[in-house]
Each structure stands twice: as structure tokens, then as C-alpha cells.
């Protein structure tokens, strides 16, 4: 199993930046899959970013591509999410999750661990 703790939530202006860290702890970090994801008051949990187990490949939804970057630090099991050029409809909890599986969708349902979330406010 792994635990898994965000930090970095905030309130900020719109076009400002935040970056959220997770950090886990329990089994080897580097063996799992990480992911990003929020969830608007009302609105359904949403896929943000993923990254894999070395940190070479990353995947973004299209509303936060060109805005956003996941990175992993193995050494220090934490993954990362730097927020950029932020807008209101990026106000949401936060959520980092964690899954072994290599392979899927990165379908919410599709990860096993999860944190608790951490809240960003983005104000117009």
C-alpha cells in the first residue's frame, strides 16, 4: 500500500501559478503509476495529469495542456503539479492518486490509492 498527502492548495488571482505537491510514502514509490485529478463542487471527479514510473512520459487532459506540468521526484517520493496562467474553472479540490497497473485509461476508477485532497481557488 501507499499514503499519499497533498499540499499547495491555495487561493490565487487568475493567470497565477501554484504547485501542488504528494507525498507518499509506504510501498517503493517508483513502482507506481501518478496521477492528478479535481473535482468541482457539483461536477464529477476529472482526469488533470498523469506521469509514469520513471517520470518520461506524461499525459495532460486537454483543458490544462500547455498550462500544467506533473513531474515525480523518485528520490524524494513526491510528485509534483506546477500550475500556470490559472482560470477560475481551475478552482476544484485537488487529488493525487496512485495505481500499479501500467497500463489503462487514466479513468479515475482505474487508480487504487488516493489522497485527501488539497482545495485551489482560482479568483477572477
Known amino acids: 500500500q501507499v499514503q499519499l498527502v497533498e499540499s499547495g492548495g491555495g487561493l490565487v488571482q487568475a493567470g497565477g501559478s501554484l504547485r501542488l505537491s504528494c507525498a507518499a510514502s509506504?510501498?517503493?514509490?517508483?513502482?507506481?503509476?501518478m496521477g492528478w485529478f479535481r473535482q468541482a463542487p457539483g461536477k464529477e471527479r476529472e482526469f488533470v495529469a498523469a506521469?509514469?514510473?520513471?517520470?518520461?512520459?506524461?499525459y495532460y487532459a486537454d483543458s490544462v495542456k500547455g498550462r500544467f506540468t506533473i513531474s515525480r521526484d523518485n528520490a524524494k517520493n513526491t510528485v509534483y503539479l506546477q500550475m500556470n496562467s490559472l482560470k477560475p474553472e481551475d478552482t476544484a479540490v485537488h487529488y493525487c492518486?496512485?495505481?500499479?497497473?501500467?497500463?489503462?485509461?487514466?479513468?479515475?476508477?482505474?487508480?487504487?490509492?488516493w489522497g485527501q485532497g488539497t482545495q485551489v481557488t482560482v479568483s477572477s
Open positions: 492518486a496512485a495505481r500499479v497497473n501500467i497500463y489503462g485509461s487514466f479513468d479515475s476508477k482505474n487508480f487504487d490509492y
Open positions: 509506504g510501498r517503493t514509490f517508483s513502482d507506481y503509476v
Open positions: 506521469i509514469n514510473r520513471s517520470g518520461g512520459s506524461t
